[in-house]
């Protein structure tokens, strides 16, 4: 079985939780003798070997002039707006004409065009969703596949487009939706490429039971054909660092520092925790729209000594973190999954994760509060730090629940999908 | 003839409020008023008043000498009553004034604190006895554990303590091949021994509305019939159950009313059974053989053992945490530190913080306050750390 899977991000360059996924994903998919080609807007390079082959939109030649502008142009405008409901149709419209341009044709590309892509999530984020769209409809005719499977609303219109041209099944996997990302004011542009690629699937997988009932309740997708597969971890590849011994506690939270993931309530937590616990120290380490208004809070209430601001952090760094902290946090506010909460436990740190997270779904053991309950929250990270009992009591069972989350058993539900689509 | 004695353990705990850790020092309430009030007030309309009344009725027709029950009341759920329901200790009374009940001793809150010190426990156990003299006139010469835990040790405090018989699990590792129905003795002293019938028993008080069991419905003639045909010379049998089986774990839609009169109205009219008290089988009884128990027993879960209580770290942390106080507690008087030092030792708070919760926690869960293992452990270690400050700047 071979699979064309269209993705945004691979390690080592990632934002968040999608790319580790996928990397697992296909890595375990190796596992089970499927051949994967993952194409991500560019390659950097040193990105992991695996058993998978790797290909960068970028790479894709798009023979010229054929490809026009106006079939580009077409192809979006019906994306787009097709699937629009009425009074998004404005707003679809416009930004749709104006990303659809092709970037100016190089002089002398003898007959070949590459497009270029930054890979990151600027500015022109929709354009090169676009073109994304554009030079991975090339590949039609250049490799052969029986499964497309598309990850995040970021690729469902290349896959839809492929799907147009080849006939083939379209898996499209839900890693977030647009309401995890901004709650109750979706982006209407989004939400509409969301729409058009969960109804343009022959089947779609949900990151959690949490996300399925979105994918049912928020976009009318009829449940029988959607699958709930949980995420899983990577095996550690490396052994936690023993810390010098410390009275000084850590608390950390890690993650864009969006609404989705909560972290004001982290910081109201935090304001709590610190005139009842002096060795306390809280950690922020992501960054995001709310990181100014995080760190404004952080001064209001005079918590600056008591935080430190990281920004984001790359794997490697992660890691470290984790084994100078003593209980991580999760307080998302909508979480389609959260396999962060899964490195930590695999690096021996308690979590606690709201309510609202689809990891809670896997993790039974896990310290569980609904983000919005600052004062219980504060409560857990007290009793984790102050008393003796959970540590020894989490680490032995929530180990024991990491042990079951592997990515051979997610990846060979994800084998069985696709095979439910082939004749 | 067999003889049956019926056993009822009645017990309710003060259930703690949410509390957390910025409440430490600041405020010493504890309990949660509005929710034991309401939880003791819906049991009582479903479970202790009409299941009294039915007693009544049965004594009052077939007499004590054919009809009698025995009943555990723990000093917490007595407590409750006289704060909440008044009427259903009125009902109690008049009960225990028929002469048909006996009441059995046990420690004041049900707690374990056999485990943990010999005098916190025999202390507990005389202000038990203190309470039923007070509101009962009942002077108990029976002992049951709190959950039924038993083991050699304690059969040797409580012979100690001038009783002639204790309640315990007829578990298979304290019987072997014998059967539970014959009254036994304590290896360790001359102490009887009455031990719980669990098959029986618990087809009543666990499986009776349990669809997928193979024997529903339970009927009347089903049980009587099971109970007439055990072994003649096995005459005794031992039905322990919680009185909350009737009303609450099994609901009056079950049919648990009905079918518990029309047992006992069939086995008495068809003259196979008396219903005794454990009184009675020690004047009546003698010993079969002695039995050791090296290791604590208890009535619960199916390895009927402490784990239900002290079975994992939040738990073994807590109650050591809270047995570091006795020292600190017995050289205070302050009525509002004893009263909270007893009622903080309550088994149902450590058994809140069961494990077993997340697999099989039907039973686990009833009546349970917390919506996790995490926050049962956190809400009493925070109100472990105020009474420790109290202790500490109690004059």
């Given amino acids: 079985m071979r699979v064309l899977m269209l993705g945004w991000e691979f390690p080592p360059r990632i934002a968040g939780g999608l790319g580790v996924a996928c990397y697992g994903l296909v890595k375990g998919l190796a596992y089970h003798k499927v051949e994967v080609v993952f194409v991500m807007p560019l390659r950097t390079g040193e990105e992991p070997p695996d058993g998978y082959r790797l290909l960068g939109a970028n790479e894709i030649p798009i023979p010229f002039p054929s490809a026009s502008a106006a079939e580009f142009g077409e192809k979006v405008r019906f994306y787009g707006v097709a699937t629009a409901l009425g009074p998004y149709m404005e707003q679809i419209v416009g930004p749709t004409l104006e990303f659809s341009v092709p970037p100016p044709l190089p002089e002398a590309t003898e007959g070949v065009l590459h497009l270029e892509f930054t890979g990151r999530y600027g500015p022109d984020l929709l354009g090169e969703v676009y073109r994304y769209a554009f030079a991975v409809s090339h590949l039609a005719e250049r490799e052969t596949f029986d499964i497309i499977h598309a990850h995040d609303w970021l690729t469902y219109l290349a896959g839809l487009w492929l799907k147009e041209k080849t006939g083939k099944p379209l898996v499209v996997h839900v890693h977030a939706t647009e309401y995890d990302r901004s709650g109750e004011n979706p982006n209407p542009t989004i939400r509409a490429i969301e729409q058009a690629g969960l109804e343009g699937a022959d089947l779609v997988i949900a990151v959690s039971f949490y996300t399925r009932s979105v994918v049912v309740e928020r976009y009318g997708i009829d449940p029988a054909k959607v699958w709930a597969v949980h995420n899983a971890v990577l095996p550690k590849d490396r052994a936690p660092v023993s810390r010098p011994p410390s009275s000084r506690k850590v608390v950390t939270f890690l993650g864009r520092v969006t609404f989705q993931k909560g972290p004001e309530y982290f910081v109201e937590a935090a304001a709590l925790l610190v005139p009842r616990l002096p060795e306390v120290h809280f950690v922020m380490a992501g960054t995001g729209d709310l990181l100014r208004s995080v760190i404004h809070r952080v001064a209001q209430l005079r918590l600056g000594a008591r935080f430190s601001f990281t920004g984001f952090l790359p794997p490697a760094e992660v890691e470290r973190l984790f084994d100078l902290s003593d209980v991580y946090v999760m307080p998302s506010v909508s979480e389609p999954f959260g396999i962060s909460a899964l490195e930590a436990l695999r690096a021996g740190v308690p979590v606690i994760i709201s309510y609202q997270s689809g990891v809670a779904e896997v993790l039974p053991h896990a310290l569980k509060v609904n983000f919005w309950d600052v004062e219980a929250l504060a409560d857990l990270i007290y009793g984790v730090l102050r008393y003796k009992g959970i540590r020894p009591f989490f680490i032995r069972h929530a180990q024991q629940e990491l042990s079951q989350l592997q990515w051979e058993r997610a990846s060979a539900k994800v084998v069985e999908a696709y095979q439910s689509l082939l004749p | ?395």
């Avoid at chain 2, 949410?18 to 309990?31: L, M, Q």
């Avoid at chain 2, 618990?202 to 997928?212: E, G, K, L, P, V």
């Avoid at chain 2, 454990?278 to 290791?295: G, I, N, R």
Wanted: aromatic share 16%; net charge negative; proline share 4%.
């Fill in chain 2, 1 to 395: 003839m067999k003889h049956i004695c019926l056993y009822f353990q009645v017990h309710q705990p003060f259930r703690l409020r949410i509390y957390r850790f910025f409440d430490i020092g600041v405020t010493h309430d504890y309990y949660h008023e509005v929710n034991n009030r309401a939880l003791l007030q819906r049991i009582a309309r479903k479970c202790y008043l009409p299941m009294n009344a039915l007693l009544l009725r049965l004594i009052e027709k077939w007499g004590k000498e054919r009809f009698s029950v025995t009943f555990g009341l723990t000093g917490t759920f007595l407590e409750q009553l006289q704060l909440y329901a008044p009427e259903v200790l009125e009902s109690f009374q008049r009960l225990y004034a028929t002469g048909a009940v006996e009441l059995v001793a046990e420690t004041y809150p049900h707690s374990l604190a056999c485990l943990k010190s010999r005098t916190e426990f025999e202390r507990q156990v005389r202000q038990h006895v203190e309470l039923l003299r007070k509101l009962f006139g009942a002077t108990p010469k029976v002992f049951r554990n709190t959950e039924l835990v038993y083991y050699d040790e304690l059969a040797r405090w409580v012979h100690g303590l001038g009783f002639q018989a204790m309640l315990a699990e007829g578990a298979d590792t304290l019987l072997g091949w014998r059967s539970p129905n014959y009254l036994y003795q304590s290896s360790e002293a001359p102490i009887g021994l009455l031990l719980r019938h669990y098959k029986l028993s618990d087809d009543i008080a666990f499986r009776f509305s349990d669809r997928s069991w193979s024997e529903w419905p339970l009927t009347a003639e089903k049980m009587a019939n099971w109970i007439a045909s055990l072994p003649a010379e096995e005459t005794l049998v031992n039905l322990f159950m919680d009185y909350e089986t009737f009303g609450e774990h099994q609901w009056a839609e079950s049919g648990i009313f009905e079918f518990y009169e029309a047992w006992v109205e069939l086995l008495l009219r068809e003259g196979l059974a008396l219903f005794v008290t454990p009184s009675w089988v020690l004047s009546q009884y003698k010993p079969v053989a002695a039995l050791s128990a090296p290791m604590p027993l208890s009535w619960a879960d199916t390895e009927r053992d402490l784990t239900a209580w002290l079975g994992n770290e939040l738990q073994t942390d807590a109650f050591e945490t809270l047995y570091e106080l006795e020292a600190l507690v017995q050289k205070v008087e302050d009525p509002s530190i004893q009263r909270d030092w007893l009622r903080l030792q309550t088994s149902d708070h450590f058994y809140y913080m069961c494990t077993k919760f997340f697999a099989d926690g039907d039973v686990h869960k009833y009546f349970n306050p917390y919506n996790s293992p995490y926050e049962a452990y956190i809400t009493y270690m925070n109100i472990l750390a105020d009474f420790r400050q109290r202790l500490a700047q109690a004059p």
